[in-house]
Every structure is written in C-alpha cells, then in structure tokens.
C-alpha cells in the first residue's frame, strides 16, 4: 500500500512538473510566433463539421461562465457541495475556487480571436474577444474538475457516478465548443488546460493533507469533521 501511494504521489508530482513547464514552453510559443502551425485549419474543421446541437449546448453553458456569471455559479455550487458532502468538500472546493484567479492572467498574450473568415489579424485584439489562455477552460477544469474529484472521494453511490460524468462531459464539451463556436484558437484552449493542470494537482495535494493539517488546531478538526462522524 506504502508502495502504491509512493508511485501515485511520484506520478502526481511528475505531471505537475510536466504541464507546469509545457504550460510556460506552450505560452512563449504563442506570444513569439502570433498563430501556430495548423490552428486555423483545425478552427475551419471544427466550425464546419461540430452539429448545431453541440454548439448550442456550447452556448448554454458559456452563458454562466461570465465575469458576472462565474462567481454567482460558483457560490450556488459551493451550497450545493456543503450540503451534500458537508464542510471539508467545501473546502476543496473554495481552494479550487481560489485558483479560478488564474482568468485574470487571461489574455497574457494579446492575440485576436478567430472569426468566420479564418483570417488572424495581428493587430485586431479586444479584451474578452480570444486572447491566451481561455479562461473558460480555466474555470472549467479548476471548479467541474474538483466537483468531480469531490464526487469521487465522497460519493460512493451511483449519483456520484453521475455527477463524475456529468463534469466530465461538461469539461469536454468547454474545449471542444471554444473552439467550434469561434471563441479561441486552439492553442488559446491548449493553454488553459496546460496552466490549469498543474493548479488542479496542487488544490488535490493539498486538499489531501488538510486533515492532518488541522489536526494541530482541535477545535477546528472538530469543526470541519464533525459532520462526517455523525
């Protein structure tokens, strides 16, 4: 067992290290050179083939996902958590929420967003319209991403299996719909999972120790915990 969760915590920290130094590799590569090789014909694919429904659903869910939107989703994902799996879920998930900071660092290279005539204008930028990283993306794999970990830890019936895959599917659906529905370039979205990666694994790691954290103060053990062993 000691063994198993060595190789786990070494995989952890390796793909920590792996996408935290793609993620600044990946960032270079697209402020030095503008539009990557093979974007814009992914782009064109992607718009001209994805199904109407698809991108709908795209924009159903693109809608909460706003300046104004995002902190009131996450507020009544928070109640929906701390009433489900009680304060330490909460917690979890406030600490992926803080992460969710990342957006503001959206934009860190100013490049326009894809338009119906697959044409990248280099001189064409307006905040909130593309720009690298996507923020969605971001936001998507910090908050669905730890509701779905959450699910896993805490749930061991056949809702928390749908709720896994509910995030799961939103999550694929964010990436694949930023790009089909003309948001971002590709590399914009490679790049919020690339910088959101490794902060999800860091909000895991700690969320983990918590327990043993909170063990030095009592009474806030108490506090978190309580729920749990009633």
């Not at 970990?149 to 709720?163: D, F, T």
């Not at 860091?202 to 103060?217: A, G, M």
Request: net charge neutral; charged share 15%.
């Amino acid at each position: 067992m000691k063994t198993s969760n060595n190789l786990k915590s070494w995989i952890g920290y390796s793909i920590t290290a792996v996408s935290a130094t793609c993620a600044v590799l990946f960032s270079i590569a697209v402020s030095d050179k503008g539009i990557l090789w093979g974007e814009i014909g992914v782009s064109r694919w992607m718009y001209e083939n994805t199904p109407g429904f698809v991108d709908i659903l795209g924009n159903v869910i693109d809608a909460p996902i706003t300046d104004i939107g995002a902190p009131l989703l996450f507020l009544a994902i928070t109640i929906l958590v701390y009433w489900r799996w009680g304060r330490y879920a909460t917690i979890g998930l406030v600490l992926a929420g803080s992460m969710t900071g990342l957006t503001r660092i959206s934009d860190i290279v100013e490049r326009s967003g894809p338009n119906e005539n697959f044409v990248f204008y280099h001189s064409s930028f307006i905040y909130g319209d593309g720009g690298y990283p996507s923020g969605h993306i971001v936001y998507a794999v910090m908050i669905f991403g730890m509701i779905a970990y959450l699910s896993e830890k805490h749930s061991k019936s056949k809702a928390g299996n749908v709720v896994r895959y509910l995030m799961f599917l939103l999550i694929l659906l964010n990436l694949w719909t930023r790009i089909s529905g003309l948001h971002h370039w590709p590399g914009d979205v490679i790049g919020g999972v690339l910088i959101s990666m490794p902060a999800f694994l860091i909000v895991v790691w700690v969320y983990n120790r918590i327990p043993v954290i909170l063990k030095q103060f009592p009474k806030i053990y108490t506090f978190v915990f309580e729920e749990e062993k009633t």
